[in-house]
């Protein structure tokens, strides 16, 4: 019986990790945390049995501790909460589907506790890398890529050929506006921005694989993973999602993984690793397979990834800028105060506005990320 806790369990990552705990049968979940959303919360304690949950926010930490009162599970509230799910003594691995900076801490305690990452949540290595694959190394801890091209790339390095590799291309879909120039994008609404061709996601990340950032922050997240400069990770346009990253080597050879869009296939294969087991859904038929098309990305009008190259070269605390610019600027977007265009406007001025700190500890990471927070608020 392999036993997990999960952060952000009631997200869209949490809730497909627990389809696949539903259907193995042979997982025990210990733990679990969500931001807000106690009834969904509630109904997976019954479920799923753990002996921890956690709720961000405190008012409905209580309320939540009220309604399950006739079970025997731990209800805390904060960053506390989230640090011991993290540390829950059984589990053997903790899944990280927390959105934002806000999984750092947990990850790195979850470290410490000797526990495996099962890693969706992207801004821990692209804030601070530098800080979290050092201490996996020395707490003998694997990072297991939940991310479907950053489990591609694991994937197609099997066989223990990572000394051979040459460079990685990193696949994107081109999001709902592949194809369009900066003008035709200035009248964008949340709901267009939304409608992603290929994958469900939540609202932030969508809006982030729209603007190509989500695609910057894989870059950089696939720096520290797979420990190569950004200049050797090139994007490659694939629209219909069907390869999902490739490996070239030394000789020129290159390895790819293919698959339908389904995000259970690297959370289940970040889970059982190295074991490959069944999982039912739709497979590629490739006798219906018309085509699979290349483009290079657009990186003027979509220059959000122009300028997650420059971080990810950079490093320092201007990755932490950048995420946070674009974590902000996105929140603004949803709530319609300003405009689709803007989101990398916002970005560059924060980066540009920004005096870097090289090799930052977590503290100064999240002293950057408060006053990017500052600087957006008293401008936008």
Request: charged share 25%; with cysteine; proline share 4%.
């Amino acid at each position: 019986m392999k036993k997990i806790a999960v952060l952000g369990s009631t997200g869209s990552i949490g809730t497909q990790t627990l389809e696949i705990v539903r259907t193995n049968k042979d997982i025990q979940v210990t733990a679990l945390a969500a931001g807000s959303n106690i009834e969904l919360l509630e109904a997976q304690i019954r479920e799923f049995s753990p002996k921890l949950a956690a709720v961000w926010d405190e008012e409905k930490a209580a309320e939540l501790k009220s309604r399950v009162r006739d079970l025997d599970v731990h209800v805390f509230s904060g960053m506390d909460g989230l640090l011991a799910v993290a540390a829950e003594p059984e589990a053997e691995i903790l899944v990280t589907a927390i959105v934002g900076m806000i999984g750092i801490l947990p990850t790195i305690e979850a470290i410490k506790a000797g526990k495996d990452i099962a890693l969706a949540n992207k801004e821990t290595l692209v804030t601070a890398g530098h800080i979290i694959m050092p201490l996996a190394r020395e707490n003998h801890v694997s990072i297991l890529p939940v991310d479907s091209e950053h489990s591609a790339i694991f994937q197609s390095l099997q066989g223990g050929q990572e000394k051979a590799l040459h460079k990685i291309l990193l696949t994107a879909s081109g999001g709902p506006f592949r194809g369009k120039k900066r003008e035709e994008l200035a009248d964008i609404r949340v709901e267009d921005a939304l409608k992603h061709p290929n994958w469900t996601m939540g609202r932030k990340i969508t809006i982030d694989s729209s603007t190509m950032v989500n695609k910057g922050l894989e870059v950089i997240e696939a720096k520290w993973l797979f420990g190569v400069s950004v200049d050797r990770i090139q994007v490659v346009v694939q629209p219909q999602s069907i390869i999902h990253s490739m490996v070239e080597y030394e000789d020129g050879a290159v390895i790819a993984q293919l698959g339908t869009p389904d995000m259970k296939l690297p959370i289940q294969y970040a889970l059982y690793y190295p074991e490959r087991r069944y999982l039912p859904g739709d497979r590629l038929d490739f006798s219906t397979l018309s085509q699979i098309t290349f483009e290079q990305p657009d990186m003027e009008t979509f220059y959000g990834l122009k300028l997650a190259y420059r971080a990810g070269r950079e490093g320092g605390t201007l990755p932490t800028v950048f995420n946070a610019a674009n974590e902000r600027a996105v929140a603004l977007f949803l709530d319609r105060k300003i405009g689709y265009l803007q989101i990398p406007e916002i970005i560059q001025e924060c980066m540009e506005a920004h005096v870097n700190i090289l090799c930052p500890d977590v503290e100064t990471i999240l002293k950057t990320e408060q006053e990017t927070y500052e600087f957006i608020k008293n401008r936008w």
